[in-house]
Each structure stands twice: as structure tokens, then as C-alpha cells.
């Protein structure tokens, strides 16, 4: 598989920041459909139609880091969405640059919480321009500085939870050189090796596998425990009747860790 413009761990990747925009998502679509293929950061200050995963808001204020990676591939679709947890990677090691790794997990399908809340969101969108070629939108907010309040899933920020020797969370402009560089070191590895290393070493750092999950899906609601990831990234549900279910899309629920 090829990430067009990815091809080791040391590129440094172009950044175009906003102060203000409807949603960093829509602008790399925008450009994607328009012939640009990337690879392009897309930041924001503010976003004032942020969206996040299921026609879900994303609120996006002063302080905290709105960013959307424009890239095209040669990938099929399928493949395209394993990197939702090559993000995942990358917002997770800019977590523990400032906060305890022993409060940073994965939750599928792909958050990143510190100390069982929501830290960050992470949406890809694609589609194909008019050479045919396969763009993404890789879009990823993370809280630094703040959390929203009044949401249905408890959220944190880097600032709750910084480590003893660290004084203050990292400005956007800090937080993307680490996203960036960490996104492109395992979108690499991706490319190179395929999705069962990364599907293996998230296994490791994710919370709720082995333990009771309800999963909300568009048309029904199941229920059992979480006994890991398929081939592709699907959350493998083994049902109360013992029958597995693969669960490709869809809200996943950890009471006993009080993941949501």
C-alpha cells in the first residue's frame, strides 16, 4: 500500500493554519475534490461547524487542536479506514508526551481516553477526484486545554492530567509537530507491513477488551464481551447465546471500566 508523499518516518509535512473555519474536514474535501491530493495538513483555532463521527458536533475553541490530514492513496477503501487507528497511535503519543501513560487507552473504535474519558475524536472521510485517485480527510481534535461540558460522553483534557514535571499542555502549534511526526512514523509502518502489528500492539494499550460491552448500533442495540479486533479492525463481540458478532460500526460501551 502506498500513503502518497509518506514513504518513511522523517518527512516534515506541510501545515496550512486557520484562525477561524466552518470545519477543517470540509476544507480538505474541498480541496481533495478541487485535484489537491497532499499530503496537507489543515488546522484551525477555532471551528465554527466542527464535525465529529455519526453527524455528531465537535466543538473546537481557543486552545485546543483541530487538524485534518489530507492524503491520497492507492489503498482500497477498506484498507484506508485502518487508519483511524494509525491516528489513534499518534494522538496517543502526544498524550504521553504530557500525561502519565499509565492513564492513556484506546477505545474502540478509535478514541483515546485519559483516566476513562474522551480525550480527542478522530473522523476520516474519502472519496475519488477526477483522476480517480483515493483521497482521505483524516480529521483528529484533541483537548488540550480544555474539555466541552454538557456532553453525552465524559470528556478530559491534556491540561487535567499533566504529568508532575510538565507545567502547562502544549499550544496547537506544539501539539501538532508531535501529532505529525508520530502520525507519519506509524502510517509508515502501516504501509509497509499491513494492519496486523498495529492491530496487535493497540490490542495492548486498549481498555475494555476481555470485559462486558454494549454496542449501539444504527438499528439495534447488542450485548456480551469484547474479545478483540478482526482482521480489519472490527470489533469482535461474543454475544450471551455465544455466537460471534462482528461489529464494523457503531457505539461501544464498557460499564465495569466505565468507558464510554
Known sequence: MTLFGIASGAETLPVLAYDEIDSTNAEARRRAEAGEIGPLWITANVQTAGRGRRGRNWDTSQGNLAATLLIATDATPAEAAQLSFVA????RDLAESYAPASLVRFKWPN???????KLSG??????????????LAIGMGVNLAHAPENVERPATSLAAHLKSDVSAPPTPE??????????????????RSGFEPLRDAWLKGAAGIGQACIARLDRETVEGVAEGLDGDGALLLRLYDRSLRRISAGDVFFPASGAA
Open 88 to 91: 489513534a497511535f499518534a494522538i
Open 122 to 135: 478522530i473522523l476520516i472521510e474519502s472519496g475519488r477526484n477526477a483522476a480517480g485517485m483515493l483521497w
Open 111 to 117: 478514541d483515546v481516553m485519559v483516566d476513562g474519558k
Open 174 to 191: 506544539q501539539a501538532m509537530a508531535v501529532l505529525s511526526a508520530s502520525f507519519v512514523r506509524h502510517a509508515a509502518a502501516w504501509a
